[in-house]
């Protein structure tokens, strides 16, 4: 298996997601139905500490580890807005700065 060393062709990126443990699956099939994701792995039973106006809560959820390209995020921020019942969802974009040739270029294929 080769490995690459240097940026990725393709501006991949691993979104992280936090969603209800009961919208996870349908937040995931949204994104993957528009190809807007190559793979979503659900976690679930993350507990998460935040501040929320003004003070700390706490809940527990699932995240979502998105496989997408960088250009595609707009996309992905906009069918959360539809599919989220969150007043403000979580999203974060993290560069994949190398990975097997293999399994960049299925990411490739799988996208739109």
Not at 54 to 65: D, P, T
Not at 84 to 102: D, F, K, N, R, T
Request: net charge negative; with cysteine.
């Amino acid at each position: 298996m080769k490995r690459h060393s240097k940026h990725v062709k393709g501006s991949f990126v691993i979104v992280l997601i936090t969603a209800p443990m009961d919208e996870a699956e349908g937040v995931a099939k949204a994104l993957l139905e528009r190809k807007l994701a190559s793979c979503v792995n659900i976690l679930r039973g993350v507990e998460s500490i935040y501040w929320w106006r003004g003070k700390v809560e706490s809940s527990g959820e699932a995240m979502l580890v998105v496989k997408t390209r960088l250009d595609l995020i707009e996309e992905v921020e906009r069918v959360l807005g539809e599919v989220h019942s969150y007043e403000v969802p979580e999203l974060i974009a993290l560069p994949i700065i190398g990975g097997s040739e293999e399994y960049i270029a299925w990411l490739e294929s799988t996208l739109k």
